[in-house]
């Protein structure tokens, strides 16, 4: 792994983000203030236009150097959760590509946006989406799952707690505000998680990058 497997996650879950763009535009609309896809590709943008130097990086370097233009470019809320959630895995990866290695550093960082986010499973979030792919993710590679048996169940298990968001009680972010009106409908950030996650473990099980 290296700074071309970055840029090919990036651009994976670019165009994903892109073939979704007016769902997760609606997805907002509903429970937000609807700026949520354009924050992202605002950022996906921003990261395309500096490829080369992404690419030229190893790993952990690539990663950091990807984080801080998405703090920089992507903002609301969800800017410096997925700066968190990449610097949180910079900082834990030694560039090796081993499923436990990966695994951990996916752990830390989503507990990086914990950290930032101050919440965990049930508020209505991309943590309903994340904190369940990292335990799954962490319980394979622990116990000895192979790199295509991680990148086939992980979609999966975004997917189902993906869907598992509409029927919660917003309790943190925009939506909070809400309250019972924002039952009904899936959150926005955790469609875009699921949707970034999917496109990322479909890219990686290519190979070549
Ligand atoms: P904003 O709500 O500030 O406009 P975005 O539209 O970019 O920000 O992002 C909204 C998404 O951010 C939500 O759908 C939710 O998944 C996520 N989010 C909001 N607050 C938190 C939090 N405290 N922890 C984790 N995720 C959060
Ligand atoms: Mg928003």
Not at 33 to 54: F, P, S, T, Y
Not at 109 to 131: C, F, H, N, P
Not at 183 to 209: K, N, T, W, Y
């Amino acid at each position: 792994m290296n700074g071309k497997t970055v840029m090919a996650c990036i651009d994976a879950a670019h165009a994903a983000l892109e073939e979704h763009a007016d769902e997760i535009a609606s997805l907002d609309q509903a429970i937000g203030d609807g700026d949520h896809i354009i924050n992202l590709l605002r950022g996906m943008d921003a990261l395309a236009a500096m490829r080369a130097q992404i690419e030229a990086e190893a790993f952990a370097p690539a990663l950091k150097l990807a984080a801080t233009k998405v703090l920089s470019t992507v903002g609301g809320s969800s800017g410096p959760l997925f700066f968190s959630m990449m610097t949180g895995m910079a900082k834990t990866s030694t560039g090796d590509d081993g499923v436990v290695e990966f695994a951990r550093a996916f752990a830390a960082g989503v507990e990086a946006v914990g950290q930032r986010g101050k919440t965990g499973t049930g508020s209505k979030t991309m943590m309903d989406v994340l904190i369940p792919v990292a335990e799954h993710f962490t319980a394979m590679a622990d116990a000895g799952a192979s790199k295509q048996e991680v990148l086939e169940a992980l979609p999966r298990i975004a997917q189902d707690n993906m869907l598992a968001t509409r029927d919660m009680l917003a309790t943190k972010g925009r939506a909070s505000f809400l309250g019972e009106r924002s039952r009904g409908h899936i959150d926005p950030g955790a469609r875009s998680s699921q949707l970034m996650i999917e496109a990322v473990c479909a890219r990686l099980a290519q190979g070549d990058a």
